[in-house]
């Protein structure tokens, strides 16, 4: 069955069954690969994608769903709050082996949009269910209070 999603603001046509997940669709078909297999489950994180704004895991949205949705990956992502993540990360060294860190920077990014002085159990309700294998999530904590300051100016 064919469908047309919008992905990253571009019209995309995907001939695939119904309920293949959103995760397969990007990587193997569109050739989009910044969105990680984690645990296929979405438990991890790994796979977050926005969809229409909101972090999704996308092993669990299937390409049915998803065309009624505008869907953003890390490669699309962008403005002041994921400009302001990318930063902090950088200055502050956040990713270890980095395999989580597109699913990190989407959830961040997402809070950032929504609350621009997030406490840190903001920081650790809109993060939960990612996971990182290095346990870095002091550093991720800071990460997104460094780009909370970089968004104030």
């Given at each position: 069955m064919v469908y047309n999603l919008s992905i990253n603001g571009e019209p995309m046509r995907l001939d695939v069954e119904p309920?293949?997940?959103?995760?397969?669709?990007?990587?193997?078909?569109?050739?989009l690969p910044g969105t990680k297999y984690g645990c296929g489950q979405g438990l991890c994180g790994a796979c977050t994608v926005h969809a229409d704004g909101a972090p999704t895991r996308s092993c669990?949205?299937?390409?049915a769903d998803a065309a009624a949705m505008?869907?953003?990956?890390?490669?699309?992502?962008?403005?002041?709050?994921?400009e302001a993540?990318?930063?902090?990360?950088?200055?502050?060294?956040?990713?270890?082996c980095g395999y989580c860190q597109s699913?990190?920077?989407m959830s961040a990014a997402a809070l950032l949009a929504g609350n621009a002085s997030p406490s840190d159990?903001?920081?650790?309700?809109?993060?939960?269910?990612?996971?990182?294998?290095?346990?870095?999530?002091?550093?991720?904590?800071?990460?997104?209070?460094?780009?909370?300051?970089?968004?104030?100016?």
């Open positions: 309920d293949t997940p959103l995760l397969w669709a990007l990587r193997d078909e569109l050739k669990q949205l299937s390409v505008k869907i953003v990956t890390i490669e699309g992502l962008a403005g002041k709050p994921v993540v990318r930063a902090a990360w950088r200055e502050l060294d956040v990713p270890q699913g990190q920077i159990a903001d920081i650790d309700d809109a993060m939960d269910g990612n996971v990182c294998r290095c346990a870095t999530y002091h550093r991720i904590r800071a990460g997104i209070h460094r780009a909370a300051e970089i968004m104030k100016g």
